[in-house]
């Protein structure tokens, strides 16, 4: 169920740069021209800005007995529509969490609340706009009925490959997860992301997406913590005899003088995107492009400040040293198996 909502999210958030994305942009496009025009115009008008409405559901879904799509839609569907615009009115957008009380004094009709609630950037503004411009009965069965026939008419084709390589991604994360210092946990399944949790924080939840790699996102829900990070390669891919993906992703990560130089700069001292694109003088995109690269491989962590929403990227060193030990061993083939290949 997260997938779909990321798919739908990504694939229409028309300010995503979908070049950046394994998957690839022509993927992203051929999800978008795949759905009829009045789906097109449906998904993007309750959007609200940047389809913001498709990401708050992520919030809603969090809190559902299970995750599989059909009884996911059958929960929401018997849900009240006060709770259900309640639970989107709940989505912080990374930021910190929402105000119960003025969450409930805006749906009471508190103009002062409501007006709070519309402060924040214009991405948020039309989205809480959205929210609140369509009757709550109309708001819910118009979204459900828009992400049924989304997952009917356009996702159905990738719904079984991609569920089953996220349920053996999330097997993996529980297992790292058990009994583990949370903040480290969010760094190893985002390849290095650095996340302080916030005060108020009860439970965190770890979403792996396919459609995501090799970006992770983290959202607030009220006392949730949600996680959504980059499926390993080793995931996707089922070759035995291939080189671990994540040796092969350092070494193109390395193969270019840009991230290199990038690189060089991190070693000095933690940067910004913004310091790096001025002292390498290279456009913020170009950066941006090439850190997720070297985050792709590893090569770089995240600090993430959710207070004043600052992002600094710091080398990771101990990361290289792992590179070259993983080469020698691929490289070593034991004498067995030597003997084995030798025979006629």
């Not at 998957?23 to 992203?28: H, K, P, S």
């Not at 999800?31 to 959007?47: F, N, W």
């Not at 930021?95 to 003025?102: K, L, N, Q, V």
């Not at 990227?313 to 030597?338: F, K, M, S």
Request: some cysteine.
């Amino acid at each position: 169920m997260y997938e779909l909502l990321m798919t739908l999210w990504l694939a229409f958030d028309d300010s995503e740069e979908h070049k950046s994305f394994e998957i690839g942009a022509d993927w992203f496009r051929g999800i978008v021209e795949a759905t009829p025009d009045d789906l097109r115009r449906e998904i993007h008008y309750l959007g609200g800005g940047k389809c913001v409405s498709w990401s708050a559901l992520r919030g809603l879904v969090a809190r559902a007995p299970a995750q599989d799509i059909d009884a996911v839609l059958d929960w929401l569907d018997e849900m009240e529509p006060a709770e259900f615009r309640r639970g989107l009115l709940a989505y912080s957008c990374g930021r910190a969490p929402r105000d119960d009380e003025e969450i409930e004094r805006a749906l009471a009709g508190d103009a002062t609340a409501l007006a709070e609630l519309l402060e924040p950037e214009e991405e948020l503004a039309d989205y809480y706009q959205t929210v609140f411009s369509l009757e709550q009965g109309e708001l819910k069965r118009r979204m459900i009925g828009a992400l049924r026939r989304f997952r009917d008419e356009v996702y159905a084709p990738h719904e079984e490959e991609f569920a089953r390589t996220t349920a053996k991604a999330a097997a993996g994360a529980a297992a790292l997860a058990t009994g583990a210092d949370p903040e480290r946990v969010i760094e190893a399944v985002t390849n290095g992301l650095d996340y302080r949790i916030q005060p108020g924080v009860s439970r965190l939840i770890l979403v792996p997406s396919v459609v995501l790699r090799p970006w992770a996102v983290i959202d607030s829900y009220q006392d949730l913590l949600l996680v959504a990070f980059p499926v390993a390669e080793e995931y996707v891919t089922a070759d035995a005899d291939a080189p671990p993906p994540w040796v092969v992703r350092a070494f193109k990560a390395l193969a270019d003088d840009k991230r290199l130089r990038i690189l060089r700069r991190l070693a000095e001292a933690p940067s910004t995107l913004d310091d790096l694109a001025e002292v390498l003088d290279l456009t913020k995109s170009t950066v941006h492009h090439h850190v997720g690269l070297l985050r792709s491989a590893g090569l770089v962590r995240v600090v993430v400040d959710p207070v004043r929403q600052t992002k600094t990227y710091a080398l990771r060193p101990a990361i290289l040293p792992g590179v070259w030990e993983a080469v020698d061993q691929y490289l070593t083939v034991p004498e067995e198996e030597q003997q084995v290949r030798s025979q006629p």
